[in-house]
């Protein structure tokens, strides 16, 4: 998991900084900085205030309304990744706007340029359905504010096109910043779904791997207890079998953890056979398949053999069970059937969380799996998976 975590940090440096919240200081005046830079076209009113000829009570008006505009401006723009209430917008656009017309009408034409900033920070902060809207109403108000101020209509032409293309551009901008938004958090949502199949496949195999070897544990210590008071040797080899059986299930859990165990239907056949024989059940059990079985209708064969084999030791009070492996052609293919039967009590009728496991990995491959009682005493297991595994996928 931490190698998966590692490839989604990797990945998320792909994703264009402009997408992302400012997670720090550092990041938040980085894009300060960026925003305020679109400012230097603000040089014309703050030229008009030092040098325009107007009295200091106009001067000062005039400076306090361009810092405010200035700074509703950037409260805006600097949070465009955050979802803000639309009213809460629509109020704030509507101020900008009255401080444009206000400031224009009253100091001159060099004012103009702040409906552009209108525009622009429409697109940036309204979703699509309003700011369609609100980009073309902002510069249909710079018309009507550039004829009624002297000399505005020499400006006109400069501001039309900044203000509708740049106030489209935002509309954009704000589009990609979302949709980059939702595919990082689809991706964390993608990360999350498949831990959690990693742990359901691990949770398979720590039961199928434990379930099988502790059974066997117990059996032959049951064995090597009631041989010892009279049969010290038989008890002994019991005892060694139990310390083959624990290093065996170590390593088998050692592989399961780190990803790498695949069992086989040999190494399940044998294991098969010495654990009904241990439990004092005849085993009748096939020959190895002389073909080569792709590697995943393998493995789900194995498992299915080990839970069928484990739940006969250790449920059905069996005397008998009898293993078959045969090649069958149904109308999507061939397809491999490995079936368990035993005599015993047939009480392994309720799913448990082997059968659920094993229904799992049989359907991940396209196989079936079918249990139940056979006959009028004993139970029945059935799993098939397609030969035509590896050429389908």
């Not at 992302?20 to 980085?30: L, T, W």
């Not at 049951?222 to 390593?251: F, K, N, T, Y």
């Not at 293993?323 to 109308?331: C, S």
Request: aromatic share 4%.
């Amino acid at each position: 998991m931490a190698l998966k975590q590692d490839d989604a940090d990797r990945a998320d440096r792909g994703f264009p900084e402009i997408a992302k919240r400012p997670e720090n200081r550092r990041q938040q005046a980085v894009k300060a900085l960026w925003i305020s830079i679109w400012l230097f076209y603000l040089s014309a009113p703050v030229t008009d205030l030092i040098s325009g000829g107007h009295a200091l009570g106009p001067r000062l008006l005039g400076g306090l309304g361009l810092a405010a505009f200035v700074a509703w401006y950037l409260v805006l723009v600097f949070r465009t990744a955050r979802q803000m209430p639309v009213r809460r917008v629509l109020l704030s656009l509507a101020v900008l706007a009255a401080q444009a017309t206000v400031l224009s009408l009253t100091l001159g034409r060099e004012w103009l340029v702040l409906f552009v900033y209108v525009a622009i920070s429409s697109g940036a902060a309204l979703p699509a359905e309003y700011s369609r809207w609100t980009v073309p109403g902002t510069t249909a108000l710079l018309a009507v504010t550039a004829n009624a101020v002297p000399g505005g209509s020499a400006y006109l032409a400069g501001l039309l096109i900044p203000a509708l293309m740049g106030g489209f551009a935002m509309v954009g901008v704000r589009a990609m910043i979302r949709t980059t938004i939702e595919l990082r958090e689809a991706r964390a949502t993608v990360a999350q779904l498949a831990a959690n199949e990693e742990r359901l496949r691990m949770a398979r195999d720590l039961h199928d791997l434990l379930g099988h070897s502790l059974s066997l544990i117990t059996l032959k210590s049951e064995l090597a207890g009631r041989m010892l008071p009279g049969q010290p040797e038989a008890a002994a080899r019991q005892v060694a079998d139990i310390e083959r059986v624990s290093r065996q299930a170590l390593v088998d859990v050692r592989e399961a953890v780190s990803g790498y165990r695949r069992p086989t239907l040999p190494g399940e056949l044998a294991g098969a056979r010495t654990a009904l024989t241990a439990a004092g059940v005849v085993a009748d059990l096939p020959a190895e398949p002389a073909e080569e079985l792709p590697e995943e209708a393998e493995s789900a064969l194995a498992w299915s053999l080990r839970e069928a084999v484990t739940n006969v030791v250790r449920h059905s009070g069996a005397k008998r069970c009898r293993v078959t492996l045969e090649t069958r052609q149904t109308l999507d293919g061939p397809v491999l059937e490995l079936t368990v039967t035993d005599d015993g009590s047939g009480g392994q009728g309720t799913p448990g969380n082997g059968l659920t496991g094993l229904t799992e990995r049989l359907t991940a491959i396209g196989g079936t799996l079918s249990a139940g009682p056979a006959g009028r005493t004993g139970f029945a297991l059935t799993a098939r998976v397609p030969l035509a595994l590896g050429s389908g996928s």
